[in-house]
Nanobody, 123 residues
Framework: QVHVMESGGGLVQAGGSLRLSCTTSESGGKINAMGWYRQAPGKQRELVAS???????NYAESVKGRFTIARDSARKTGYLQMNNLKPEDTGVYYC?????????????????WGRGTQVTVSS
């Protein structure tokens, strides 16, 4: 089963920074489009940032100017750089991606979710 894996979460003080990474489990997999979501305790999962296949990014108003979504040139890894973190940024962050897998044949997998990584920002 194709999936993506997040890493880079942790505990940080307010004002600090973290960089989350998202990689695919498939050796021939590439990230086509992606999004980062977060879910705070007792709240619904929300979209934080997204990146289209052509490289256009969009951000939730609450993170604009502080978070940056990116993808490496090989499209193997996606990132979410989070600066000036606030306690309200606390939550589980999930990567969601549309993948292209190059093997004997080209296959596409849309809406692939990771298991999440915890981000905790202390005040």
């Amino acid at each position: 089963q194709v999936h993506v894996m997040e890493s880079g979460g942790g505990l940080v003080q307010a004002g600090g920074s973290l960089r989350l990474s998202c990689t695919t489990s498939e050796s021939g997999g590439k990230i086509n489009a992606m999004g980062w979501y977060r879910q705070a305790p007792g709240k619904q999962r929300e979209l934080v940032a997204s990146l289209t296949s052509s490289g256009k990014s969009n951000y939730a108003e609450s993170v604009k100017g502080r978070f940056t979504i990116a993808r490496d040139s090989a499209r193997k890894t996606g990132y979410l750089q989070m600066n000036n973190l606030k306690p309200e940024d606390t939550g589980v962050y999930y990567c969601n991606a549309d993948l292209l897998v190059y093997g004997l044949a080209l296959a596409s997998y849309n809406d692939v979710w990771g298991r999440g990584t915890q981000v905790t920002v202390s005040s």
